[in-house]
C-alpha cells in the first residue's frame, strides 16, 4: 500500500499548478475558496470527452475501491455471495490516483468513494490523501458511501484528508431487523458512526451527511416514520429510495414501495411536508417537515427517473468506466492505463518512475511542473472516455426492461460483471473491456485483408463481368437493372469521388452482418468462457468494428470522411451452428450514406474474431458480408433487397 502522504509529497501536488493566489484568499481548496485557476477553469468551455449526446456535463465521478464487504444486505448480495476478481485484476492505489487525476483536470468536481465497502480497504486513508490533494486543481467534494460499520474509528483521519459527505446506507433502526436485512450484526456500530459525524460536525467538520434507506414493501415501509422522526432534532437528510432491480437481489414490482405511496403515508403523519428547491443535478426530490432540523428525500429511479440532468460517471474496481448505473455497456480504462507498464499493474515503484519522468519532461518544456499529466497514454484514455460519454443514452429502461435486464449485483455495480452464461446464445452487446482485453489490431494491419473477404453488395447476385466501352457491365440475370452504370466510375472507365455538393442532408442509417464459422464447438465453447488467451474476443472486436466504421475514409479510398453519430456492433455466440453472427448498425446526420462505414465495422468485427480464435481452428471461414438495412437518403428504405421507397435507381453513397 502506499505509504501515508508525506509533506513532501503535498508540497509537490500543490506544486503542479503554480497558479497565482487571489489578493483575498489562498489556493482553492474543498471548501470551496476560489483562485485565479478556479474562475479561469469557470470561464472556459466543459471539456468535450465528459460532455453527451444531450449536453450533460458529467462533473461527478463515482469510484468503486473494492468488491468485498462486511455485510450481505438482501437487496444487494445474492445470498450465495458473489465471486471475487483475481487482484490483479483490481485497480492499483496508484491507478486509482492517477485515473482520479486525469478526470479532474477535464472539469470533474466532486468524487465519491464507494464499494462494495470502502472502508474496509486497507490503504483508504493514504488514498484519500492522495485524492484530497487534488483539490488545488478543481476537486471541491470528496465524498463517501458507506455501510458505517467501521466508519466510526477512520472518520477523524477521513476528515483530515478533506472528506465533506458522507452516505451512510442504513434500512432499518430496529437492531434485529437489521441483522436479518444485512445477514450480520452491527447495528451499534452503525448508529456509533453516525453520531460520531454529528458530533465533529458540532465542531466545525462540515461533513454532509445523508442517510439511504432501501424502501421495501413487507420488509421495512413500516419504518419510514420512525426515520424521518430523526430529522426532528439532528441535521441529517434521510433519503428513501426504490427498490431497485440487481441480479441476485430476487426483485419483483410486488416488493417495490413507491414514491407516491411514501408521499402518501408521509403525508398522513405530516401534512405540512413541504417541498425544497433542488440542484439541478440531484437525484433525490428533497422535502422538509416544517420545525424540523433535517430534510427528507426520495430517490425514484424506477417510477420517476432523473436521466435528464444525470452528471456521474462510474469506474468498478476492476477499471471499468460505466455511464449509466442501470446500463450494462462498459470500457476497461484499466486496460488501455496498464499499456504504459508494458500491460501489468501499476504499483507505487512504478508510478513515481512515471510521475518523475513526467515532472522532468514538463520543466524541460516550460521550466517548471505545469499539469496533473502522469499517464503518457492520457490522449488514449480521454479518447475513450469521450466515445463511451457520447454513447450515453437518454435515459435507462424503464421498469419493465429493467426487471428483466441483465445487470451487475449492487455489490459488484462498481466491478467485475457477474452473471450466469447461456451456452446456447451469449451476446457481446454493451461488453467492451473485460479484464482481459488485449490491445486492438492496428487499422493499417487490417486494411489488406478487407480486400480478399467476399463482399456482398445490396444488389445481391450481380456479378461483375467485365468493361465494355469503357464502363462495367452487370451479367445478364438482372434484366431488370440492364440499364444501371457504376457511380464511382466515369465514362472513360477511370475511378472517381461522386459529388454530394448538391445532395440534402439528412439522418442515414445502414446495418451489415457476416458470420463467422468453425470448423467445431471448441471455438464457441472458449469464446463463451471467456479463455482465449488472446483475451475477450466478443468485447475486442466489438470495439475494433467501431474503431473501424470511423476510419473508412482512410480504407477505402473513394468514400467521402463523413461525421458518423453513432455506431453499434453487436456479436452473438450461435453454439449449436458453431458460428459468431455479427451486426453492424451506423448512423450519420449528413449528405451521404453509410453503408461502407457499416460493411467496414462489420467485416473489421469479423477479422478480429479471427484474429483471436485463428490459434484454436484453422479453418475458420468469414461469410456473408452483406448491407440488410439502409435507410435515409434519396433511396429512401431499403431491406435485403426490397426497395420500400424512394428512388430504386439513385445511388447507396457518393
Known amino acids: 500500500m502506499l505509504p501515508r502522504v508525506s509533506q513532501a509529497s503535498r508540497v509537490w501536488a500543490a506544486s503542479l499548478s503554480h497558479d497565482d493566489e487571489l489578493p483575498n484568499g489562498p489556493s482553492p481548496t474543498i471548501s470551496g475558496r476560489s483562485s485565479r485557476r478556479d474562475l479561469l477553469k469557470d470561464a472556459r468551455p466543459f471539456s468535450d470527452f465528459l460532455t453527451d449526446t444531450f449536453r450533460r456535463q458529467h462533473d461527478y465521478l463515482r469510484i468503486s475501491l473494492t468488491e468485498r464487504c462486511n455485510l450481505r444486505c438482501v437487496y444487494c448480495m445474492p445470498e450465495e455471495g458473489v465471486s471475487l476478481s483475481p487482484q490483479r485484476e483490481l485497480l492499483t492505489t496508484p491507478e486509482i490516483i492517477m485515473l482520479s487525476s486525469i478526470f479532474v483536470s477535464q472539469g470533474v468536481t466532486k468524487i465519491r468513494l464507494t464499494g462494495g465497502e470502502p472502508t474496509v480497504r486497507k490503504d483508504i486513508l493514504p488514498l484519500m490523501q492522495h485524492i484530497g490533494a487534488l483539490r488545488s486543481h478543481g476537486l471541491r467534494e470528496l465524498c463517501l458511501t458507506t455501510n458505517g460499520l467501521a466508519l466510526h474509528r477512520k472518520l477523524e483521519s477521513m476528515v483530515d484528508a478533506g472528506l465533506t459527505g458522507v452516505n451512510l446506507s442504513l434500512d432499518t433502526l430496529d437492531p434485529w431487523q437489521f441483522q436479518i436485512m444485512t445477514r450480520r450484526k452491527g447495528f451499534d456500530a452503525v448508529m456509533k ?284 440475370q438482372d434484366n431488370a437493372n440492364a440499364g444501371a452504370t457504376l457511380t464511382h466510375v466515369s465514362n472513360s472507365g477511370s475511378a472517381h469521388m461522386v459529388s454530394i455538393s448538391d445532395k440534402v442532408p439528412s439522418k442515414r442509417t445502414a446495418k451489415a452482418s457476416c458470420s463467422v464459422h468453425f470448423t467445431d464447438e471448441t471455438a464457441c465453447r472458449l469464446i463463451q468462457e471467456n479463455q482465449m488467451k488472446k483475451g475477450d474476443v466478443l468485447g475486442v472486436a466489438r470495439v475494433a468494428g467501431i474503431m473501424a466504421a470511423k476510419r473508412t475514409p482512410d480504407l477505402i479510398p473513394l468514400c467521402h470522411p463523413i461525421a458518423i453519430s ?75 433487397g426490397v426497395q420500400e421507397d424512394g428512388d430504386p435507381a439513385a445511388p447507396a453513397r457518393g
Open 193 to 476: 458512526s453516525i453520531e460520531r459525524v454529528l458530533e465533529l460536525n458540532k465542531h466545525g467538520a462540515g461533513i454532509k451527511l445523508k442517510i439511504n434507506s432501501v424502501v421495501m414493501r413487507g420488509v421495512n415501509d413500516r419504518e419510514i416514520i420512525p426515520f424521518i422522526e430523526m430529522t426532528r432534532e439532528k441535521d441529517i437528510e434521510v433519503r428513501f429510495i426504490e427498490y431497485m432491480p440487481f441480479d441476485g437481489n430476487k426483485w419483483n414490482k410486488g416488493k417495490m414501495f413507491s414514491y407516491s405511496e411514501m408521499l402518501d403515508l408521509i403525508r398522513l403523519h405530516y401534512p405540512g411536508l413541504e417541498k425544497v428547491q433542488d440542484h439541478k443535478n440531484d437525484t433525490s426530490k428533497t422535502y422538509k417537515v416544517p420545525g424540523f432540523v433535517g430534510k427528507i428525500g426520495f430517490i425514484t429511479s424506477m417510477t420517476h427517473n432523473f436521466c435528464g440532468t444525470c452528471n456521474r460517471l462510474r469506474i468498478t474496481s476492476d477499471g471499468n468506466l460505466k455511464v449509466c448505473l442501470f446500463g450494462n455497456a462498459e470500457v476497461s480504462l484499466r486496460d488501455i492505463l496498464r499499456k504504459s507498464n508494458g500491460g501489468e499493474p501499476i504499483d507505487e515503484r512504478a508510478y513515481e518512475a512515471m510521475r518523475q519522468i513526467e515532472v522532468s519532461r514538463q520543466q524541460a518544456v516550460s521550466g517548471q511542473p505545469t499539469s496533473l499529466r502522469l499517464a503518457p497514454n492520457e490522449h488514449e484514455l480521454l479518447d475513450v472516455v469521450g466515445m463511451a460519454v457520447k454513447r450515453k443514452k437518454a435515459k435507462h429502461a424503464g421498469i419493465g426492461e429493467l426487471e428483466h435486464m441483465k445487470n451487475r449485483p449492487m455489490i459488484l455495480i462498481d466491478s467485475r460483471h457477474v452473471q450466469p452464461i447461456d451456452r446456447r446464445h451469449i451476446s457481446a452487446r454493451g461488453a467492451i473491456g473485460s479484464p482481459q482485453v488485449t490491445p486492438l489490431p492496428a487499422l493499417n494491419q487490417l486494411a489488406p485483408w478487407l480486400t480478399s473477404m467476399p463482399i456482398i453488395s445490396p444488389m445481391q447476385g450481380h456479378q461483375l463481368r467485365h468493361f465494355s466501352g469503357g464502363r462495367p457491365r452487370l451479367d445478364k
Open 566 to 640: 453513432k455506431v453499434v456492433v453487436e456479436l452473438a455466440v450461435i453454439s449449436e451452428a458453431n458460428r459468431v453472427d455479427i451486426d453492424a448498425t451506423v448512423s450519420c446526420e449528413g449528405k451521404t450514406g453509410v453503408e461502407m462505414e457499416a460493411l467496414t465495422a462489420a467485416s473489421t468485427a469479423a477479422l478480429t474474431v479471427y484474429d483471436m480464435c485463428k490459434a484454436v481452428d484453422k479453418g475458420i471461414r468469414i461469410e456473408g458480408l452483406r448491407v440488410v438495412l439502409k435507410e435515409g437518403g434519396k433511396s429512401g428504405r431499403w431491406i435485403e
